[in-house]
């Protein structure tokens, strides 16, 4: 029992930093539909960005997110306008492989500048833990997952509520009307990119603290982040936490009681069976592209 | 503008050999790089098959080499008493069925998917394929399996194995041809164009993307039994690799996708450009192959044969 309670909470803690990882993805495919394949190579950024500011200024990792942030919003926003604008309007899957070169190019920056080893980020209370009931939870892991909640509630209220946020939410509705309505959709679609870039590097913090990474694992985070999307639904912050958790719940419950090996292959399994019962994901946005 | 078929018919002939004879007279080390290219280019034909003609471009077509490749190895050290003669076809036969089995299997659900979506199901496809492939014992993926050498005694087992790979980028330049003119072929490049539309004027879209996908499985499948034999020794990692799914994209994208001869011209591109240019390079590889897949699609979307029919015809 105690065993069962212990997995679920250790998936539900992995699934809120699921579901904070592919957040960004999701909003880019959401308004842009381009699957950006660089997504991950954005997170070990932040992860690594961050390593520099907490070592440079001795300060807690977490504090380290608004600067890492600033960063990675400039580099989105500059990403999109000078490159990916371009492919945008071609066939899906040209711009998908420009991502795809994108991330390949950034990869062995990285590995240039912060060696190909594993690296981790620790704060000072790595080590501590409490326990709740029989459940034992470690304080990066809850931290990590607070920190992960406040993030995708901040960007479903910027979204929801902000002015800039309903621009957003129009031009993924309708390009065209927005446009019509004076909506600069490039300008809009740079911004989605920015603010998806942003978030991806908190989610490179939020890992680094709970987990080692090297520059090897984007494939990992980006192919995560597309599964997240298509178990939850595209766009929406809501959608991302649902497939997060879902994610996190299935690969811990697989590690746990099939085998350490195995939880991609169940959650592969999940993906195709989720596709084809439910081909617009668990809460239902429309795919325009998956069909 | 019509040529003489017989003129045709004497230059392919002439080019063939001149391909078998390669070996006679290319140093070693351009023995191998022939070897890469032929493997190469036969990958590339096969995965436009579907990905060229049919649009349903793949990420994750090395899941069919590792498959080919462990079925073969795991029937032919059963039988590791026949002479190699008769160990080749046994493997392509098992490595074919087996891919040819587990493509029609997966066929119906994959291919319910479009676009993007197909193309990153078929990457899970290949990774699950790798993980179950490595982490199941029966399949020895992680200790290994060992292949029996083929070559005869008296010929260099480098120019064999180039002999093998021309054999068989051949046949499938051949079958690709066959299907590029057949009333198969037309239904391909019409669910390229416009699937639905295509449905609604009564082209059987289900069943030719099914065929295929198996066709497209089985033949790269079938390259991936030669190259394991070439390997002679293969685990998870040499067959189930991220580089290849990507790089059989990348050549049609370079040659021109969906021609016939688009995945040739790519992979001897870009097998000539990472290893001859690049060869000493390692540290600079993955820098070099993102650069040239982004300059790739924002200049020339439409590869090498786009080009040339750009000059040829302004538009």
């Known amino acids: 029992m105690d065993l069962i309670a212990q997995t679920l909470a250790d998936g539900l803690v992995l699934g809120g930093i699921y579901a904070l990882a592919a957040v960004g993805f999701s909003l880019i495919f959401g308004v842009l539909h381009v699957i950006n394949l660089s997504h ?27 600067p890492v ?39 062995n920056v990285m590995i240039w500048l912060f060696s190909p080893d594993m690296k981790n980020i620790t704060p000072s209370y790595a080590f501590n833990s409490f326990k709740l009931g029989p459940v034992n939870f470690d304080a990066v892991r809850v931290s990590a997952l607070l920190a992960s909640l406040a993030l995708l509630s901040l960007l479903a209220a910027f979204l929801r509520y902000s002015p800039m946020g309903r621009v957003i939410r129009a031009t993924a509705q309708q390009t065209m009307a927005a446009r019509l309505c004076g909506v600069n959709v490039r300008h809009v679609y740079a911004l989605t990119f920015a603010v998806s870039a942003a978030f991806a590097g908190a989610a490179g913090i939020v890992i680094g603290i709970i987990l080692p990474f090297s520059p090897n694992d984007e494939g990992t985070w980006t192919l995560n982040a597309f599964v997240v999307v298509v178990l939850g639904g595209v766009g929406s912050p809501a959608g991302a936490l649902i497939g997060g958790l879902l994610l996190g719940l299935v690969s811990t419950l697989t590690a746990q009681y099939i085998g350490p090996a195995f939880p991609n292959v169940t959650m592969f399994l999940l993906l195709v069976f989720l596709l084809l019962v439910r081909p617009h994901g668990l809460l239902g946005n429309a795919f325009a592209a998956s069909r | ?13 002439l080019a063939v050999v001149l391909l078998a004879a390669g070996p006679a007279f290319l140093p070693p080390f351009y023995v191998r790089v022939g070897q890469l290219m032929l493997y190469s280019a036969g990958l590339g034909l096969a995965w436009a098959i579907l990905g060229g003609f049919a649009g349903y471009a793949s990420f994750g077509h090395s899941a069919f080499i590792g498959i080919g490749a462990f079925a073969a190895g795991l029937v032919e050290s059963r039988y590791s008493g026949l002479p190699p003669v008769l160990l080749l076809p046994l493997g392509l036969a098992a490595g074919g069925l087996a891919c040819a089995i587990l ?38 993926g992680a200790l290994g399996l060992n292949f029996p050498p083929l070559a005869p005694a008296d010929m260099d087992p480098a120019a064999f194995y180039y002999e093998l790979f021309l054999a068989g980028a051949l046949s499938i330049l051949l079958i690709s041809w066959l299907i590029r003119r057949s009333r198969f072929g037309a ?31 089985v033949l790269t499948g079938l390259m991936g039994v030669i190259y394991a034999h070439s390997l ?34 790519g992979a001897g591109l870009l097998v000539f450009i990472t290893q001859v240019i690049l060869g000493r390079l390692l540290d600079f590889h993955l820098f070099a192959t993102g650069l040239l897949l982004v300059l790739l699609i924002l200049m020339a979307p439409g590869g090498v044969n786009g080009l040339l029919n750009r000059k040829r015809r302004p538009a």
């Not at chain 1, 950024?45 to 990792?61: K, M, N, Q, R, V």
């Not at chain 1, 066939?91 to 492989?97: E, Q, T, W």
């Open chain 2, 232 to 265: 002679g020794y293969i685990t998870t990692e040499s067959v189930y690799r991220d580089d290849t799914n990507l790089s059989l994209i990348v050549y049609s994208l370079l040659g021109g996708m969906g021609t016939l001869f688009g995945p040739v011209i």
């Open chain 1, 40 to 66: 991950g190579v954005l997170v070990l950024l932040g992860a690594y960005l961050a390593l520099l500011f907490s070592e440079l200024l001795h300060i807690d990792p977490l504090l380290c997110i608004p």
């Open chain 1, 69 to 107: 942030m600033a960063v990675l919003f400039c580099i989105g926003y500059g990403y999109q306008r000078f490159l990916i604008q371009h492919a945008v309007d071609r066939a899906s899957v040209n711009s998908m492989l420009l991502t795809f070169g994108v991330a390949l190019m950034l990869q």
């Open chain 2, 187 to 217: 239904g391909l490049l019409s669910i390229r164009e416009d699937e639905d539309t295509a449905r609604m004027l009564g082209v059987p879209t289900e069943r030719y993307k099914r065929v295929a996908f198996v066709v497209s499985a």
């Open chain 2, 1 to 13: 503008m019509k040529h003489d078929p017989r003129l045709i018919a004497a230059a392919v002939v």
């Open chain 2, 103 to 140: 493509s029609a299997a997966i066929a119906y659900p994959i291919l319910r998917l479009r676009g993007t979506f197909f193309a990153i199901a078929m990457l899970g496809v290949s990774h699950v394929g790798a993980e179950v492939t490595n982490n199941i014992d029966f399949f020895q």
